[in-house]
Structure formats: C-alpha cells, structure tokens
C-alpha cells in the first residue's frame, strides 16, 4: 500500500484518532522463527493480560512453532497465520502487513508489535486499561532486558539489567545487553501511517504520544548456542536485504562470526567474567517479576 493510500486513509481516520476508546479491541502481532521455546508462554500471558487476538508471521520455522501456532489458532485465539517463506527479512513490511490486517479485517482499536521473546506488562494488570484511559494514539513502553542465568530454565530467571554507559571500561561488547534499551510502542489503528524497523517507533497522522506504565521484559538473549544461532541466521538474512538500515547489531555479529570470534563475544555481552561487580554497581537487578507471573498462568 502506497504512502499515498495511507495518508488518505488516516484523513479518514481522523473523528476517531484521538478519541478515549472504553473498550478497545487489541491485536498483538507477532513475527516468529524457531520459537518453540517460548512462543505458548508468550500466547498465554498476552490473553491474560488482555490481547483479545494474534495475528502471526511464521518466516520459515523448522522447529515445532508452526505445530504450537496451528494450536492456538483452532483454539480461537491466533486468527490469522501468515507463512512467509522469503528469506531476505523484511521486517518493517511484514509488521506492516499485519497491522493493516488487524485494522481492516479484524476490527483492531489497538495494535501491539512483538516478539516471542518480549512480555509485555502492564502496571495494572490489564493492557487495555492503558489505552482506554489515554486520548494518545501512541504509547511509549519501557525495555528491560532479562540476564541469563546458567542452570536455570528462562521462566525462572529473576534479574534485569540497566545501562552501562562506559561499556569499554567493563570489557562489555559494544552490543551488550547493558545497552540502552529503546522504548516500544503501542499504537492505535486510527492514523497509522508506518512502523519502525524493530518497533521502536511509529509514523501516525496527527501524532500524539504518552508514556506509559508497560514494561517490556525483552528475554533478547537465551544461551551461547542460541546466540551464535540467532546472530548467524540473522546476518545472512540482512545480507539478502537490499536496505543498509536496521539490524546494526546483527551486522555486527555477523562480522564476527565469520571472523570466528562470535563464540568469544557471547561473553562480553552478558559480562559473564564480570558479573558480580555489574551487581555490585547496580547494573544488574534482582526485579524481574515474570517468574511468578508465568508460574500464575492458567493451564
């Protein structure tokens, strides 16, 4: 769809784009690939935290996530599962694609953009408590990127970590998970123009934005096999894709992997060697509350 064809639509859009909205209907999009891991925990806390649907892109899982999908959509809860077999990840078009299905085929008020790897979670409860309250048609959600505890499943892990500005003086990679965290957003269907790449920012016309109480819990890394797994496939992707924008930290591993320094990275990015002084200093919190949320969910 053309950027023409959207503005038009958006001056349609405009009696309601920035109207409260008592009880809006919210989609979740996600984009998946080899997500079996944690794509049914993430189903089941976005409905209790009140995602009324999924729409889904598979791009080309070879593990048993289109099996688990496949599940939740005869369950009700998933209506609608794209398989995308291109290999070049066009991210921001694909999110695109999924939310326009969710305002026009689906009655979406609401969209949230995620990962199988973020929870998101809101202060009171209820995501949709958030957006009926605000006369915004964007909300900014804080990340918080969850550490990686050897020897325990992911669902228990309990700390998160903060910024370190000075990343060279810690031995940090210059993609770490101590990184400033951009924010996410949540945004209305009403005057939606464009998404971001990794969507972290959105295009809306008119544009009004609100913080909010949602936090992010980004599980963005998991283990050193699955690191170096993502990192690669990743790369050759963005290799593929003829924009040089986005994907900077794939990139950059990517480099490294064919370097044959990739494994060695993995443990500047979670300071490993360093873990009790990033404790000591506050830049690794024992405040992740996800564990006893997971662990609350119904069956």
Same mark, same amino acid.
């Given at each position: 769809?053309?950027?023409?064809?959207?503005?038009?639509?958006?001056?349609?859009?405009?009696?309601?784009?920035?109207?409260?909205?008592?009880?809006?209907?919210?989609?979740?999009?996600?984009?998946?690939?080899?997500?079996?891991?944690?794509?049914?925990?993430?189903?089941?806390?976005?409905?209790?935290?009140?995602?009324? %649907?999924?729409?889904?892109?598979?791009?080309?899982?070879?593990?048993?996530?289109?099996?688990?999908?496949?599940?939740?959509?005869?369950?009700?809860?998933?209506?609608?599962?794209?398989?995308?077999?291109?290999?070049?990840?066009?991210?921001?078009?694909?999110?695109?694609?999924?939310?326009?299905?969710?305002?026009?085929?689906?009655? %979406?008020?609401?969209?949230?953009? %995620?990962?199988?790897?973020?929870?998101?979670?809101?202060?009171?409860?209820?995501?949709?408590?958030?957006?009926?309250?605000?006369?915004?048609?964007?909300?900014?959600?804080?990340?918080?990127?969850?550490?990686?505890?050897?020897?325990?499943?992911?669902?228990?892990?309990?700390?998160?970590?903060?910024?370190?500005?000075?990343?060279?003086?810690?031995?940090?990679?210059?993609?770490?998970?101590?990184?400033?965290?951009?924010?996410?957003?949540?945004?209305?269907?009403?005057?939606?123009?464009?998404?971001?790449?990794?969507?972290?920012?959105?295009?809306?016309?008119?544009?009004?934005?609100?913080?909010?109480?949602?936090?992010?819990?980004?599980?963005?890394?998991?283990?050193?096999?699955?690191?170096?797994?993502?990192?690669?496939?990743?790369?050759?992707?963005?290799?593929?894709?003829?924009?040089?924008?986005?994907?900077?930290?794939?990139?950059?591993?990517?480099?490294?992997?064919?370097?044959?320094?990739?494994?060695?990275?993995?443990?500047?990015?979670?300071?490993?060697?360093?873990?009790?002084?990033?404790?000591?200093?506050?830049?690794?919190?024992?405040?992740?509350?996800?564990?006893?949320?997971?662990?609350?969910?119904?069956?």
């Amino acid at each position: 769809m053309s950027l023409l064809t959207k503005t038009l639509r958006c001056l349609t859009d405009l009696p309601r784009s920035l109207r409260r909205t008592p009880r809006p209907r919210l989609i979740m999009t996600l984009l998946v690939k080899n997500e079996a891991l944690m794509l049914e925990h993430n189903l089941r806390f976005h409905k209790q935290m009140g995602v009324d %649907a999924f729409i889904v892109t598979d791009n080309n899982s070879t593990d048993a996530t289109p099996d688990i999908l496949e599940r939740y959509r005869q369950k009700g809860w998933i209506v609608e599962i794209i398989r995308e077999t291109a290999t070049d990840y066009a991210q921001k078009q694909w999110v695109d694609r999924m939310v326009w299905l969710a305002k026009t085929r689906y009655g %979406a008020d609401w969209v949230i953009n %995620a990962d199988a790897d973020e929870f998101w979670h809101p202060a009171g409860g209820c995501l949709k408590d958030e957006m009926a309250a605000t006369r915004a048609n964007v909300l900014n959600c804080t990340m918080r990127s969850v550490y990686p505890e050897e020897g325990k499943p992911w669902t228990a892990w309990e700390h998160t970590v903060r910024q370190v500005d000075n990343y060279e003086a810690y031995g940090l990679s210059l993609y770490s998970i101590f990184e400033r965290q951009n924010k996410k957003v949540a945004h209305r269907t009403a005057g939606y123009l464009q998404i971001s790449m990794g969507n972290h920012k959105v295009k809306m016309l008119p544009q009004r934005e609100a913080k909010s109480g949602i936090v992010v819990y980004h599980y963005n890394v998991r283990s050193r096999r699955e690191f170096v797994e993502k990192m690669v496939n990743g790369g050759k992707q963005l290799e593929q894709h003829k924009g040089r924008h986005g994907g900077r930290h794939w990139r950059y591993f990517y480099r490294l992997y064919k370097e044959g320094q990739l494994e060695a990275e993995y443990d500047r990015v979670i300071g490993s060697a360093i873990r009790p002084r990033l404790e000591a200093e506050g830049f690794i919190c024992h405040d992740n509350p996800m564990p006893a949320l997971l662990a609350a969910l119904p069956r």
